[in-house]
C-alpha cells in the first residue's frame, strides 16, 4: 500500500551505533516511522542508495546487516559502475521506502541526473514511495542548503530536486559552520527559507508542507529559518515528536 500522500522523511537521524563499525549499524526509529507512513506493510520493502559515497560496498553489506532477521525486504540501487537493477524505474517504484545515505550531496546530484533519477523520483514521490535519508539523503529532496562535498569549508548547494520547495539545513547543532553559514545564505537570497535539523531529528512532509518534526534523542530540535524583511533572519525552534 503506498503512501496516502506524496511524502518524504528528511533528517540528520538515521542508524544506531555507528560509533562502532560500519557492519554494527542498526536501523533507529525513524524506519519504523518511514514504514508506518508508508501504509504499515506486513514486509515493507526498502531501497538504500549510497551515491554520496560512491556505494561504497562496506556500507552497503552494514546496511544489509542491520535488516538481517527482520520482515524488512532490503534492496539497494548502486550506479558504479553500472546500475545493479535492470530496470530502475520499475525498481524505484515498487518500494515502500527509499533510504539515501549521506556524503556528498553535490556527486549524489550529478550523477542521478546522468541516470535520469530525478525524474524518476518525482515520479515515485508523486506514487506514494516514501523518499527518506539523512544528510546528503536530507538535502538532495530540497531546492539546496549547506555542503561540505567541496571540501572542508561549506559551501551552498543549489541545485537540489526541489520536491520540497524550501531550503534544508543538516548537522545543525554538531558542525560549527552549519548554523551561521545557512542563516548567512538565507539572508543574502542565495537560499529560500526553510528549515534545518540538530543531529537527531528529522522532518516529515505529506506534499510540500511540514507536517511535524520527529526525534530520537532528548534536546534536539528542527528550525524555521525565515528571512525577515529587513534582510534579517528570523530563528523559530520547532518542537519535535519523541520517537523513543
Known amino acids: 500500500m503506498p503512501a496516502s500522500a506524496p511524502t518524504i522523511v528528511a533528517t540528520s537521524m538515521g542508524f544506531d551505533s555507528q560509533d562502532r563499525g560500519p557492519y554494527d549499524l542498526r536501523p533507529g526509529p525513524v524506519f519504523d516511522l518511514a514504514f508506518d507512513l508508508a501504509g504499515a506493510p506486513e514486509r515493507p520493502k526498502l531501497c538504500y542508495l549510497g551515491t554520496a559515497t560512491g556505494d561504497d560496498p562496506t556500507r552497503l553489506a552494514g546496511i544489509y546487516a542491520a535488516f538481517a532477521g527482520s520482515a524488512v525486504q532490503v534492496s539497494h ?17 515498487a518500494q515502500d521506502v527509499v533510504w539515501v545515505g549521506g556524503g556528498s550531496v553535490a556527486n549524489l546530484l550529478a550523477v542521478w541526473r546522468v541516470h535520469g533519477l530525478d525524474e524518476i523520483f518525482a515520479e515515485c514521490w508523486r506514487a506514494g514511495v516514501v523518499l527518506a535519508g539523512v544528510s546528503a539523503g536530507s538535502l ?42 545557512y542563516q548567512r545564505l538565507v539572508a543574502d537570497g542565495t537560499l529560500p527559507g ?23 534523542q532528548p534536546g534536539k530540535a528542527a528550525y524555521r529559518v525565515e528571512r525577515g524583511p529587513d534582510g534579517t533572519v528570523v530563528e523559530t525552534r520547532v518542537e519535535p515528536r519523541r520517537l523513543r
Not at 555542503?147 to 551552498?156: E, M
Not at 526553510?194 to 530520537?216: K, Q
Open 194 to 216: 526553510g528549515h534545518a535539523t540538530d543531529d537527531g531529528v528529522g522532518l516529515v512532509y505529506r506534499g510540500t508542507e511540514l507536517v511535524e518534526a520527529v526525534a530520537d
Open 77 to 93: 540501487l548502486s550506479l558504479f559502475p553500472m546500475p545493479t537493477v535492470p530496470d530502475v524505474r520499475a525498481h524505484l517504484l
Open 140 to 181: 538532495c529532496w530540497h531546492l539546496g542548503g549547506t555542503t561540505d562535498s567541496f571540501g572542508p569549508d561549506l559551501r551552498p548547494v543549489t541545485n537540489g530536486l526541489g520536491l520540497i520547495p524550501t531550503s534544508n539545513g543538516v548537522h545543525y547543532d554538531s558542525e560549527s559552520q552549519r548554523r551561521p553559514l
